[in-house]
């Protein structure tokens, strides 16, 4: 049977002699390899000497790969530029907010301005392009490596000009500048446009209207430099599928508008072990990554076997929990499992990091899982036809992150990150799943938005939400939302701006809470809970107060509060409630219902439904430490097993059961079926 999903890494075959080659293809097929990620930094051993070009290894290469039935994900390999490039053309390596330059001698240190290295990139892609773009083993398009990973930020003069012809296209004069970012304030106003730079190291808090340009900017040029390299590729081969390894929650780079020019959107997922959460966290990031282009299909392009290198310490995976993480991306939509990287190296910065083909070879336990884990999917049936069931959308904006992390707001200790956990957590616990969407899109055919802390929005976004309620949605809004406009300038009157239709009070100040305070909250029906972190201040207006501090100086201010609007409602929660309370007031929102089945003692399983037309698969996932037995429909089949279970399904340590059930009621449309390769 062949394989319907992707499986295999990142392969560097430059850093092996010829005959390790040979080997290497004989256990990528024991362990059932069907693509390898090949060349990603290579650009050394392709273009030793400038305009020299040595492709021979790589024609030998592709050759031995495709007699032997193996897919290449072929990488252009502008991530590491050559020793060469940088001495011949020092402006290419970026300069830091001190004005230090930094130096070769490690990878992707590059300035993405600089007219050389753009210059240098281009010839190399399209050389490498033609060169052996027409190969048979070529499967798919990897334009470069993690964008943005090392230097998110050059503060040079190429970064200073082109940000300055950035502005002039959007704000059209120096008058319409100084009015987005408030110059007035602190003396700032420009009175020529090249007084304006980058955000380099100054005194005290920088203009956070400038650094928020900065960021969109810094976003924009990467960008840009990917759209190069995917049109000499696209030229060369525009039938090949396209894509560039994301890393999930990556703050400089905002993926939304960079996912929508790829074929196959694609990441790397390497969760901290040492986290008891990391099954939350990836999971989050599975979704995020599935909801950047709904059109297209996800894979992971790169995840560990075991360990990683740059975690302290790098905790190894449990046993289990490999396979575990794999089939929770699968669950989640992933059209392909590939980990970074093939064979593990002898020397370099990576050498102790783990690989499908660890230092001690076929007798290490990290390769019997790599083979059983390729064999199991192999026989793993074709998923295609089926979408996640997901009834809610989570609100996700990277300017929204970048504006509201800004050194200068009321309470440093709230992060995007720990919004997003809060808000997500429960629903993880209670098996709901969630696409994340951004505030422009479409949210129809959701029952359920949930806003975490929207600080940044626009007055058209916020017009989308309210459209969304308007008819017939539910918005649940966490405190902080609806502060500032796109230029992060406050939107005036009661916070909330246009969202405030939805907050059902007006919120006049806010209060930010020292670490390790925690509020009393009561409901209505006495229940008690608490907040923490940050309060609001508000008065109720036309909203149903659900709860109230009960004490301290915002005794009996509402702290949770409902209001209906048009045919829809919105909930609006004033603090960070306690897990328990959060799970009570998603208990009243359709869509976001926890499923009764999982209330403990089945806690830290996963629960995932995908859905299609004739079947629906229903995931269960085991990450503790022991065995857990969760109740089920009756009548599934366990794919894996082939057994068929009856009403409660027992999950070894790290167990793993996928159930198919003919779909009840016929189906309903999907939104897009998932686990297809392109
Ligand atoms: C990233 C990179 C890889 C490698 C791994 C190590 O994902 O893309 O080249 O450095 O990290 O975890």
Redo the contacts with the bound molecule.
């Keep these: 049977m062949s394989n319907h999903f992707y499986y295999g890494g990142?392969y560097n075959p430059e850093q092996w002699p010829r005959s390790v080659w040979d080997e290497d293809v004989g256990l990528m097929r024991e362990a059932g390899v069907n693509l390898v990620t090949v060349g990603v930094f290579a650009w050394a051993q392709l273009e030793p000497r400038e305009g020299s070009f040595s492709f021979g290894w790589l024609h030998d290469l592709l050759d031995l790969l495709a007699t032997n039935g193996i897919g290449v994900d072929l990488a252009t390999p502008t991530a590491a530029p050559p020793a060469w490039l940088s001495v011949r053309y020092p402006d290419v390596l970026p300069v830091d907010a001190a004005g230090a330059r930094y130096s070769h001698g490690s990878r992707q240190t590059i300035c993405i301005c600089s007219p050389a290295y753009l210059e240098r990139a281009r010839t190399v892609v399209t050389q490498l392009a033609n060169e052996v773009g027409h190969h048979e083993a070529i499967k798919m398009w990897h334009v470069h490596?993690?964008y943005a990973c090392h230097v998110p930020y050059c503060y040079c003069d190429y970064h200073a000009q082109a940000f300055r012809r950035w502005t002039e296209q959007r704000y059209g004069s120096l008058d319409n500048l100084n009015d987005a970012w408030g110059t007035a304030f602190w003396s700032q106003t420009y009175t020529d446009l090249s007084q304006v730079v980058p955000p380099r190291l100054t005194a005290a808090f920088v203009n956070p209207s400038l650094d928020l340009d900065y960021k969109r900017f810094s976003s924009d040029a990467y960008f840009q430099e990917f759209l190069m390299e995917r049109a000499v590729l696209k030229q060369a081969r525009p039938d090949l599928p396209l894509t560039t390894?994301f890393m999930g929650f990556f703050k400089p780079l905002d993926y939304f508008g960079w996912a929508a020019q790829m074929d196959i959107v694609s990441t790397?997922n390497?969760p901290d072990m040492s986290d008891p959460e990391w099954p939350v966290r990836s999971a989050m990031h599975c979704d995020l990554v599935r909801g950047l282009n709904k059109a297209a299909p996800w894979m992971v392009m790169?995840q560990?076997p075991s360990r990683?290198?740059?975690h302290n310490p790098n905790v190894p995976k449990r046993p289990g929990h490999m396979r575990a993480m794999s089939y929770q991306a699968v669950a989640r939509g992933a059209s392909g499992i590939m980990f970074?990287q093939w064979r593990a190296s002898r020397t370099g910065a990576?050498k102790f990091?783990s690989a499908m083909v660890p230092h001690a070879g076929k007798g290490s336990p990290v390769w019997t899982d790599v083979v059983a884990l390729g064999k199991e999917l192999a026989s793993l049936e074709d998923l295609a036809g089926t979408a996640i069931d997901a009834k809610a959308a989570f609100l996700f904006s990277w300017p929204n992150w970048w504006a509201l992390e800004a050194p200068s707001q009321p309470a440093g200790g709230l992060t995007v990150d720990d919004q997003l956990m809060w808000l997500y957590r429960p629903l993880f616990a209670g098996g709901v799943n969630v696409d994340f969407c951004q505030p422009d899109e479409s949210l129809e055919g959701y029952r359920a938005v949930v806003v975490p802390s929207l600080y940044l929005i626009s007055e058209e976004q916020g017009a989308k939400l309210l459209s969304y309620v308007e008819a017939g949605g539910t918005a649940i809004i966490s405190f902080w939302s609806g502060i500032v406009d796109e230029r992060d300038s406050v939107y005036l009157g009661p916070y909330g701006g246009p969202l405030r239709p939805l907050l059902g009070c007006d919120v006049v100040e806010v209060s930010p809470l020292p670490v390790g305070q925690v509020l009393e909250v009561q409901w209505e029906d006495g229940e008690r809970g608490t907040g923490e972190l940050w309060a609001h201040v508000a008065t109720q207006r036309d909203g149903q107060v659900l709860a109230r501090y009960s004490r301290g100086p915002l005794s009996g201010r509402p702290a949770v509060l409902q209001t209906g609007y048009g045919k829809g409602r919105a909930y609006y929660i004033g603090c960070r409630l306690d897990h328990d309370s959060l799970a009570r007031l998603y208990g009243l929102v359709p869509g976001l219902h926890a499923r009764a089945t999982m209330a403990p003692p089945e806690g830290h399983v996963e629960r995932v439904l995908r859905v299609g037309r004739d079947k629906r698969y229903e995931f269960l996932i085991n990450y503790s430490g022991s065995e857990r037995v969760v109740e089920v429909a009756e009548g599934g089949t366990d794919v894996l097993t082939g057994r068929i279970t009856g009403s409660r399904v027992a999950l070894e340590p790290a167990g793993v059961a996928i159930l198919r059930y003919p779909h009840p009621s016929g189906g309903r449309p999907l939104r897009r079926p998932q686990g297809l390769k392109p």
Excluded: A, P, S
Aim: proline letters at 0%; charged letters at 35%.
């Design positions: 990142d490596n993690e390894n790397d390497y790169e560990t990683v290198t740059w970074f990576e990091h």
